[in-house]
């Protein structure tokens, strides 16, 4: 029976893979049995309509057409619903989603920059510090450049990766941008998506519930190689991802250790 109220599932929408996904899914299912009953309920009023008001019943037209206010009572009401749906519902949901961010950044979450470009996604860690490097965007050399002070010693374990790689079962905050036109970062399985916008890095956040191996898209028309533009995502068990992690930011660590002696030499 509950498969048979879930419009979700037979929308063909993939499975949910994140904690709050239930609750959108849950959203879309209400959403689409109030459109189904509006559809019904349209189509039973056009049927008397076309029934009640047919040229053999009524050989000469009405020029007054209605006269009672019963429309405009109908109106107001449906103004005043809305009015509370919005004001009674909509706003505190939200207000509950975005002050929950304070709680999320206690939990230990982890915590990646993903930098849109046309067409693909760089994704930003903190490295073994877990701090980012400076970031100052007029240092910008390149598309997907996430622009790390090369001068700032938190940013020297900092690593950069084509993946987006996540454990399983932890919060994870993920700061999205852009370096050229405005993109749209989206996670379907996970039911979030965010705006890249260029100079601005904003948060989104979501806990993965199962591993899995997935795509994040680009959900804003941003160009002619916008259909492609898509990324690599995997959830993983923690321990998979903590050795993942500590072999990247010691990689870049040594290749930038190994630049400076370069550098250096070609000094002296
Ligand atoms: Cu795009």
Known sequence: MSLLLNWSTWLGIPENYSDHGGNVDHLI??????????????????????????AKNNP????????????????????????VLLLGFAFPLWWE???????VEKTDPVKVRVIAYQFAFNYHYPGADGKFGRIDRTLVNSA????????????HDDFISGVLKLPVDRNAILQITSTDVIHNYSIVPMRIQQDAIPGRD???????????????ICGQL???????????????????????????????????????????????
Request: charged content about 25%; glycine content about 6%; some cysteine.
């Open 97 to 103: 989603r975005t002050d929950q961010f304070a709680e």
């Open 60 to 83: 000469k037209a009405s020029y007054h057409g209605v006269t009672n206010h019963v429309s405009s009572h109908m109106e107001i009401g449906v103004v005043i619903i809305e009015a």
């Open 144 to 155: 997907g450049d996430p622009c790390i002070d090369p001068n700032d010693v938190n940013g």
């Open 202 to 216: 904003i948060p989104m956040w979501f806990k993965p519930i199962k591993k899995l191996e997935t795509f994040a």
């Open 29 to 54: 299912d209400i959403v689409h049995w109030f459109m189904f009953a509006l559809f019904v309920g349209w189509t039973l009023f056009f049927l008397f309509c076309l029934w009640k008001f047919r």
């Open 222 to 268: 941003c160009g002619e190689g916008h259909a492609n533009m898509k990324g690599t995502m995997e959830v993983v068990s923690q321990k998979a991802y903590s050795a993942w992690a500590e072999e990247q930011s010691k990689a870049f660590l040594e290749k930038r250790q190994e630049a400076d002696k370069a550098k250096a030499l070609a000094k002296k």
